[in-house]
């Protein structure tokens, strides 16, 4: 068996003349080349990412991860060989692409460029190969520039065509496109900026008012994100004036946007408008527009000052684009609420009040998924099963896809001989009645066009079934035993690696959402209630994967963790044994109903219908002591993991018949365990003491 051969392809955002090879195009020919010519091989593709411009010069494959992975596999030996479609697809940026040249000369890559083979540390084809990419350079260079000057004219001449706007409709007969505007959305606009300008509405509720309040047929399942963007959208648009700017008024704008420039005083020259080709109804003048803008600028700048250290990148956390809301459908999102609630997923506001929870702390939901993995892997790592079964189920569809293709290609052939016997039949003057010859022709003709829009809907199903391929056959993580599986989950949680875990974590998920409802949250039919505080499992995980994580506990979770040693230490050897027959069990989503139950405190119930639940240990760690209720102070829920009985302030006052301001006092001065700025619990110990305190307080009058 030869080295594995590493196949690169890559497409730009905006894909050009200068572009025209897909994706599949490239992937189809690497693997036909690596399968002709005896290689293995490994597919690395990045579709959509510019291989010119740099977003960070010292890491500038960063927005190609794809091409990460190959330079990657590269240095880690695995790959000997790269295929490309072109050099361009490594890099347009010459200044990078003689760096790559470089890093396979020092790697002792042989580079292939579709069927032509170079080694990179000969001396020739290097300089030949850099010369290519200074051409590739100047291609690109040269395709923008045309197309600036392209631009730039149209938008000189007001004759800048919009896909979709709203308030007018296009219409396409083949040959060309016609504009018309649509009264009552341009209404629409009118009112927009009357309500803005005049009485000064938010966009919130300007959105509601036009957009879900009066027109419900179109617009009923937007949320208050959509209508604001969709309101803020109309008041940016400077066609309804029925003019156009110019090109270079164009930055004007874009500077002020970036606060560049203070205001668009310059705008209200003459000099910087032209009247539009294709949008002529006036529902705005250009002062009101102006006016507008200025405003919009003025609320986002302020709006920008006040969030100033508020993200809600989902690079930054666990769960975001997981997470949906079952009552209203929408997401939650990361957000730093400081004062208000540090770390947290927050209700997304949709176009109705939900009654849902509004946002829970980010480590409650992040350490909930720690647990769903482990566990869910723990349980049903049936992983290998499941990549089988795809491959077969691909296998099959691919077949069949192959052999309707060849069905539709012969029916698509046969079609088209008749059509040309047919044509030839029209030359010749033996023909008596030329219009049902035509008939034939044109119904022929029909026929073939039908066949070819399902040749190329099947080959496009081909294309996906290939993508499909080859991700099975590099999916690396399916080859891990499980404990390797959750080493590296937790490896990569020390580090952060968000983009990595999401990709681990909708997996595990099988694509299905998480649900929060009120304080239960779901996740593949695993329910987790957010009253209570799951840090607890850490010290289990700890010892079975023999790695230390950066986890601080609370006095009560401390407390039960070191009363609770024994069964920590016993953890890993029975997860060990269990782990060694865990298939025989046969346990499967598909065919057991598996549900995690929370109930009191920790205590996990797996209910299913299975003649043997031997994984039921596994919850141990979840199973701290049933607690007398009759206390009542089980308002937190870390109270349940220490073995202690603790007392609120308002008890200790009612067993004395004292006042609780009192016992607060005396609380906060001796030392008191508090929680939650101004909650004591109160113990036996404690107790005790004050009651002694207070003797000697009667005795001393």
Known sequence: MKAMIGIYCRTSVDRGAYEPETIGQQKEAGIA????????????????????KIEDEDNPFKNRPSFEELLSDIKRGTIKDVWVWSPTRLSRNNKYFVSILSYFEKNKITLYVQNARYEVDDPTTKAMLGMMGV???????????????????????????????????????GKKIDTYPVPEELEVVKEIYDLYLNEHLSLGTIGQRVFIDKVKGKSKKLSNVHVVARTKAILQ?????????????????????????????????EEHWVKSAF???????????????????????????????KTRERESSLCSGFLFCPECKVKYYYKDLKKKGGLSYVHLRGYEQCSNLSQFRMEKLDTIADIYYTFHYLILDNRMEQLEKNKNDLSDQKKEAKDKLKSLMSERDKKTRR???????????????????????????????????????????LQEIAKKEVEYANIEKYRLSTLDLLRHWFELREQNAYAELHNLLRESLSDLPMFVRKNIVSMRGVSFDLKHDYKIVYPFIEELLGIKLNKTYSEFEQIWIDAHQAEIKAFPEKVNDYLL?????????????????????????????????????????????????????????????????????????????????????????????????NRQFWTEDDLNKYITARKLREIKK
């Open 581 to 677: 027959h865990r298939f025989d069990s046969k346990v499967d989503y598909e065919t057991f109903d598996l549900d995690f139950i929370v109930q009191s405190g920790f205590k996990f119930d797996l209910v299913m219908t299975t003649k043997k639940p031997d994984f039921k240990f596994l919850t141990s760690c979840f199973n701290p002591e049933l607690y007398n209720n009759s206390i009542g102070l089980w308002t937190d829920t870390e109270t349940k993991l220490a073995n202690v009985k603790y007392y609120s302030a308002s008890q200790i006052a009612e067993k004395l018949g004292i006042g609780v301001v009192s016992v607060r006092e005396y609380g906060h001065k001796h030392g008191v365990l508090v929680k939650d700025k």
């Open 279 to 309: 949008y002529h109804e006036a529902v705005i003048t250009r002062e009101q527009w102006i006016v507008a803008n200025e405003r919009l600028q003025k609320v986002r700048q302020s709006i920008s000052e006040r969030n100033k250290g």
């Open 135 to 173: 051409f590739a350079e100047f291609d690109r260079q040269t395709i923008i520039a045309n197309t600036h000057r392209g631009q730039v004219s149209a938008y000189n001449a007001g004759r800048n065509r919009y896909s979709a706007l709203f308030g007018y409709k296009s219409e396409h007969d």
């Open 419 to 461: 059509i040309e016997k047919v044509e030839e039949s029209l030359d010749s003057e033996e023909i008596e009645n030329i219009s049902v010859v035509m008939k034939q022709l044109d119904r022929l003709v029909s026929e073939r066009t039908g066949i070819e829009e399902q040749i190329a809907e099947t080959d496009a199903l």
């Open 33 to 52: 080349f690596a399968e002709s010519n005896g290689f293995d091989y490994k597919v690395y593709e990045d579709e959509g990412k510019s291989g010119y």
């Open 237 to 269: 648009q400077f066609v309804y004036t029925s003019y156009s700017l110019k090109s270079a008024s164009r930055d004007i704008v874009k500077a002020f946007r970036k606060g560049e420039i203070p205001d668009l005083q310059d705008l209200r020259k």
